[in-house]
């Protein structure tokens, strides 16, 4: 996007509740573009509920124009079935980036906490806490899903800079 900095696209996806945050970082600093969540009716079969997720997530892929994309990896829970859901929602979010021809990073949970907070272990209201001083917003009031994906989309950022400074 050259003058106007990079714009990220932050998913943390979930087949109730999916959270998305989009930031743009330009001239070492980063701030806020949009941000929500995308809720689905669980009473509709999941196959409505993965293309409302599809095709919501190109929706704002198609109003933002993000440069890259940056998703939660799914984690082993201890309910297969709550795992295999959690998957095909990160499926669906990242069928929407790859068809926009985005390219997609993952992080591990700990690794966003770790990036944001110095610890893997931190609670949703210390990244919560991080994300508003690093954008500087004030009561946000939103979502834990919708920090998350903000959070995600922060520590890719903050990886990408990383990795130029180490020359990768």
Known sequence: MGGSGIVIIGIDPG?????YGIVRELSGQVSLVDAGTI?????????SRLGEIYSRIAELIKEYSP???AIENAFVASNPASALKLGQARGAA???CAVSGLVVSGY????????LVGSGRADKS???????????VKNTKWA???TDALGIAIC????RRFAKVAGR
């Not at 890719?156 to 990886?159: D, F, G, I, K, V």
């Open 15 to 19: 087949t109730r509740v999916t959270g």
């Open 39 to 47: 809720r689905t009716n669980t009473k509709k079969p999941m196959c």
């Open 67 to 69: 440069d890259e994309a």
């Open 94 to 96: 990242m069928a929407a």
């Open 108 to 115: 591990e949970p700990t690794k966003v906490k770790s990036n």
């Open 126 to 136: 210390q990244v919560a806490f991080m994300v508003e001083r690093i954008l500087g």
């Open 144 to 146: 834990n899903d919708t």
């Open 156 to 159: 890719h950022l903050n990886e």
